[in-house]
């Protein structure tokens, strides 16, 4: 955000700058909620022998729960969800969530591209867990 607390000015950012961190913690519940919000009911993000059956680690939470959890970054740094205009990644890995205890995500978003001419910025986001990445290509584009 800008120094007054509004949202980003286009003209103030730079490619490399960092618009923020953040800290993602997953438990089970959080699985559940997500299961009951998105109606993803498939064994593999809440049955620890299903998941280990199909060669998981355990329970994994939902790539699209870690997609959405990841551009909340995005979005709060941009003010309001509606500028985020596109928004893209690849899955690489899933995230073993378990029981007990949390999977801990950790976001960072970067300035890749500022288009004055468009109006817009994209942020890249790295998304990682226990040091590897778990999104690739991870791309927001925002209109300010």
């Known amino acids: 955000m800008s120094t007054d607390g509004t949202r980003p000015v286009l003209a103030d950012l730079s490619v490399g700058d960092v618009i923020g961190t953040r800290t993602v913690e997953v438990d089970r519940a959080r699985l ?18 299903f998941a280990a059956e199909v060669g998981l680690p355990g329970v994994i939470a939902h790539g699209m729960f870690t997609m959405g959890a990841a ?22 890995r899933p995230v073993p969530v378990p029981n007990p ?17 468009a109006g817009t910025v994209r942020v890249d986001l790295t998304v990682t867990f226990e040091g590897a990445r778990v999104l690739g290509k991870t791309q927001a584009v925002v209109r300010l």
């Open 71 to 92: 551009v909340a970054l995005v979005e709060d740094w941009a003010g309001d969800p509606g500028a985020v205009v596109d928004y893209q990644t690849r899955f690489t």
């Open 101 to 117: 205890g949390v999977a801990t995500l950790e976001v960072t978003g970067t300035v890749g591209v500022v288009d004055t001419d």
């Open 32 to 49: 559940v909620r997500y299961a009951g919000a998105s109606g993803d009911f498939n064994p593999i993000h809440w049955n620890d022998a």
